[in-house]
């Protein structure tokens, strides 16, 4: 390890006044041409400052020949040169008084010896001058208070409350491209590529006090110091969740690690023991840490395990329910008062347990009175819904597809009978309008055309965030026809969670269920 | 046990020349009108048959008062009814002759030993007719050979030859949804709901022998004579794969299962070491039971379970090889050779090792020169791609991101700076074309402008395709940016299998060299 027994100065890294670009190119798919693109695509507000010596202006931007042509302060260097070069510009860098650099140059400690030797080289200099690295190697950083995208990717996040660290620049910005669909706001992201002279308990001590930051995320490759780390992290998880998901599992995994940032991966086992120590929730997949983002920065904190599901199509519980065991969730049991409640407009032949399946039921009516009942009920912690969102994608295509493709058949192939055809669902709507409402213990009335508008993701969005308010529970709803687009982006910009599957719902409810324990052996123990 | 020691007629269940449906109706939402309005829109062409003695027409067909006034043959009987009329129906249709009937009514065995006797008295009546019951309480059969939707929701499924039979109706259209948006084309499904005197094996024998099905799925809750199921099992796997969803999963999973479904679960290890005896592959989720349909039906087997891994970005790689190790995969070790081969086009500082990470190579012909040396090289048993895939909506929003927002923040914030930026962007392009192609052992040397149409997906999918069939490989696009929308759509229609993410892809080629297994332990073993 490298001495760095300085102060850093992580305000102006985050909230730079300045940021000059060394190695600034105009050549498109550049770093030196993305870095400021990017910056100038997100908005940032302060002075661009281009580095290029054979350049008379970039981007537009006037172009000094080295970072000592430049006067007044630099709060952030940003170096996209090739490696063996990167150590004088740092030099400069020192003598102009910088305290923070971006160097996206890799070459460095990942590929072998002779790298390693210039990345201490770089460190050392920097060590002496007060400076903090991020990278090399690194795709850059993102702040939301400054509208920073110092990023090699045009990735323009939304702003919230999620801080990220990742060791691997390429995987984090394309993780807060899915984070983006998902409707998941960040507050900083940090490629902290090589480490040089940092590890990653320094950014997570920094988001640990970050006013900004309200859940941490983190994608780990290695780890200098675990002792700090797990030291640091147990300081935090009391007050912030923060989920790492950590790469390099089993023998292929340790390979790849190897090959992608020349680390030893370690043990993985060992590690997770120590993260479910600290307090730290564990992601398992990348698809779960932007899950696990959106569902902590969304949904209140169960107060303990207990699983309320309903569905619409029993095959769906059973699908959530599978993974309930190895998640340390159980399907709360239902008290007689919400059964005989349920009985009064569910079908007589519902199964009268939990997952309360509504059997095919499109009273949209009765899926709130469902979903209600379940949410104010003491035995349960958390509700899992599914069957009740739509997704306007899949809402449009099915209206296409249940009154557009038969008609167009009609007309194909049986065209005497269309008029007939067009009468008949002309009468079966106005039977509809007559008899709305209407209970039928035998099975379903038929759809109430009055509930039109109860049928958009919108309302149901309204009727979950109003539940969540009020009985500080969260309503995980899975929506299957969505995947990542439309209404799952929308929905959780409403605040409201989306899974696309139940199992992954019932993951992220098993790390909710997690996260309350973590909060609760804290409480009791201290 | 029911006795069914009678001949089934499943020819004509899967197409038949006349499908009457009792119950039939002209109210939106209720199964009498969602089950024909579904078989016209999917393009049935033979006689539809409504019976409802309330109406003269139903969806502008004449309608009969009972199954008896219909004249002439009826291959399939449609019973959307309530429970306790269905065994007077099923009488009626045993007198018509019938051989097959959909019962869709729920409210039988699942409910409770009324429910159950109702059910065995339904089915003594088949039994003796005859007459093979889907159901009672399920959402019907597809059929690709006479276009039959014969669904409960409007799903028309791509043609193909996938063949589908699910314990779970509801959760069973809904994957054939997802299918769709991820291009799988299927032959058959049935919903075999409460099986009244049907067994899953049934399916699984008629499947194993249908021409039109190269790839069986299945999502299981219970079986009723598991000794045959995996004996048919047995059979057929050393010719088609069969792929099996198992729910019912640990205590809480087989809670879930009797709420369901009311069948016992039976312990779940003890069903998988069968499962992997008899060569079913295992599905662990709802979302991987989808992706193998899509990937055992696009992809060749492969002949072994080295994996060669392209990555842009090194993080991918080892999201992806943190699952080998569970799915019995080893990174492929890269001969001298190729190695030697990536070294003529790759910066110098690329890790040698598999997986291969392009460092951020940004020209188009590189990423597939990777590919084509990973493809060819003999050491390697499966490709998995990452990174080279931009998926349309991406690329088109990346088009934008990087071009409009810029300028839309000079015009904002800068606008005396405006032109100058227009014109350092125009030199830099001049400068991409005049130095197109170069290389640089330093890294890139920007985007090549005449590679433009190579970046597009159209262009991969046909370099992929050609290789597969080139090299009899699987072949395992990662498109991270895509979820389940347009590209992966497009390129299953082209028969390349996209996976959303690194760790699917791996799941994905984990499950096609256990099939390898499968075929090479059957070749040995006769």
Redesign the interface.
């Given at each position: 390890m490298q001495e760095n027994n300085f102060t850093r100065d992580f305000d102006r890294l985050f909230n730079p006044r300045s940021v000059a670009v060394v190695g600034a190119?105009?050549?498109?798919?550049?770093?030196g041409?993305?870095m400021p693109?990017?910056l100038?695509?997100?908005?940032y507000?302060g002075d661009l400052l281009m580095v290029n010596p054979r350049e008379e202006?970039?981007?537009?931007?006037p172009a000094y020949p080295t970072l000592k042509d430049i006067k007044g302060e630099i709060d952030l260097v940003v170096v996209a040169i090739?490696?063996r070069k990167v150590a004088d510009v740092l030099s400069e860098a020192a003598e102009k008084g910088v305290r923070n650099a971006i160097v996206v140059s890799?070459?460095f400690g990942?590929?072998g010896e002779e790298?390693a030797r210039m990345e201490r080289k770089v460190a050392d200099i920097a060590n002496q001058a007060g400076i903090t690295i991020v990278g090399p190697n690194t795709m850059g950083i993102y702040s939301k208070t400054s509208s920073l995208c110092c990023l090699g990717a045009?990735v323009?996040p939304l702003e919230g409350g999620v801080g990220f660290v990742?060791?691997?620049?390429?995987?984090?910005v394309?993780l807060m491209?899915?984070g983006y669909?998902k409707g998941v706001g960040f507050s900083r992201f940090v490629g902290s590529g090589n480490a040089a002279n940092t590890d990653i308990s320094d950014w997570l001590e920094y988001l640990g006090g970050d006013p900004e930051t309200d859940t941490i995320i983190l994608?780990i490759?290695g780890i200098k110091d675990g002792r700090r780390f797990l030291e640091v992290a147990r300081r935090i998880t009391p007050h912030k969740p923060v989920i790492a998901l950590k790469?390099?599992?089993?023998?292929?995994?340790e390979?790849?690690?190897?090959?992608?940032?020349?680390s030893l991966a370690g043990p993985f086992e060992l590690f997770q023991g120590a993260m479910e120590q600290a307090g730290i929730i564990e992601a398992e997949?990348?698809?779960e840490l932007v899950d696990l983002a959106a569902a902590f920065s969304a949904l209140p904190i169960p107060r303990g395990s207990r699983v309320g599901?309903m569905t619409?199509?029993?095959?769906?519980?059973?699908?959530?329910?599978?993974?309930?065991?190895?998640e340390g969730?159980?399907?709360a049991v239902l008290p007689r008062d919400v059964i005989s409640e349920l009985d009064k407009f569910l079908?007589?032949?519902w199964?009268r347990?939990?997952?309360v399946?509504i059997?095919?039921n499109?009273q949209r009516k009765n899926h709130y009175r469902v979903m209600d009942a379940l949410a104010t009920c003491d035995e349960v912690d958390i509700l899992i819904t599914m069957?009740t969102l739509m997704g306007r994608d899949?809402w449009l295509e099915?209206m296409f597809?249940?009154s557009v493709?038969?008609f167009l058949?009609?007309l194909r192939?049986?065209i005497a009978?269309?008029?007939?055809?067009?009468?008949?669902?002309w009468?079966?709507?106005r039977?509809?309008v007559t008899r709305r409402g209407e209970h039928n213990p035998?099975?379903?009335g038929?759809?109430n055309?009055g509930e039109a508008w109860q049928w958009t993701d919108t309302a149901i969005i309204h009727r979950i965030k109003r539940l969540m308010q009020q009985e500080r529970k969260p309503i995980i709803a899975v929506a299957?026809?969505e995947?990542?687009?439309s209404a799952s982006f929308r929905m959780r910009k409403a605040g409201v969670f989306t899974a696309s599957?139940?199992?992954r719902a019932a993951r992220v409810a098993g790390k909710l269920a997690r996260y309350s324990r973590v909060l609760s052996n804290h409480n009791t123990s201290t």
């Open positions: 190119s105009n050549m498109l798919g550049k770093w041409f993305n693109m990017n100038i695509g997100g908005g507000r202006r970039v981007l537009g931007f090739p490696a890799s070459n990942e590929v790298g045009p323009f990742s060791q691997s620049g390429n995987l984090g394309q491209t899915w669909r994608y490759e790469a390099g599992k089993g023998q292929q995994g390979r790849a690690v190897l090959s992608h940032s020349g997949t990348t698809e599901v619409l199509g029993g095959g769906w519980g059973v699908a959530a329910a599978d993974s309930f065991d190895r969730l159980e399907l079908p007589s032949f199964s347990r939990n997952p399946d059997v095919g499109v069957g899949f099915n597809k249940t493709r038969p058949n009609m192939y049986r009978m269309l008029p007939f055809f067009q009468l008949s669902i009468k079966g709507f039977d509809s035998e099975g379903s038929g759809i055309p299957v026809n995947g990542e687009s599957t139940p199992e």
